[in-house]
């Protein structure tokens, strides 16, 4: 599985932004994608999540009531829009692809297919 980041880009407090993340390969395989955003000097942490199955999603509390994740199963796309932004938002964002149950993980070790990564940086 191979996954690509797009969407991310400058922005300021308050508005908006969406991120892509677009499979291809064994995109059959894939049972869960998480999105995930790092800052230098931090560990990665996980921002949502979503199922390729049914509807059950996921959020960290940080973004909850801002961010929502959704996907198109046909373009085998997952997206993250990014409402209501926050200078604390600013980050580098990666995708994961699980391919080995359909549940979402809090912990990055446990994806297997990563994505390059977009940065969103907020200004305040």
């Known amino acids: 599985v191979q996954l690509q980041a797009s969407g991310g880009g400058l922005v300021q407090a308050g508005g908006s932004l969406r991120l892509s993340c677009a499979a291809s390969?064994?995109?059959?395989?894939?049972?869960?994608t998480g999105w995930f955003r790092q800052v230098p000097g931090k560990e990665r942490e996980f921002v949502a999540g979503i199922i390729w199955r049914g509807t059950s999603t996921l959020y960290a509390d940080s973004v909850k009531g801002r961010f929502t994740i959704s996907r198109d199963n046909a373009k085998s796309t997952v997206y993250l829009q990014m409402n209501s932004l926050k200078p604390e938002d600013t980050a580098v964002y990666y995708c994961?692809?699980?391919?080995?149950?359909?549940?979402?993980?809090?912990?990055?070790?446990?994806?297997?297919?990563w994505g390059q990564g977009t940065q969103v940086t907020v200004s305040s």
């Open positions: 994961a692809a699980d391919t080995t149950s359909y549940s979402i993980k809090y912990n990055p070790s446990q994806y297997d297919y």
């Open positions: 390969g064994r995109t059959f395989s894939t049972r869960a």
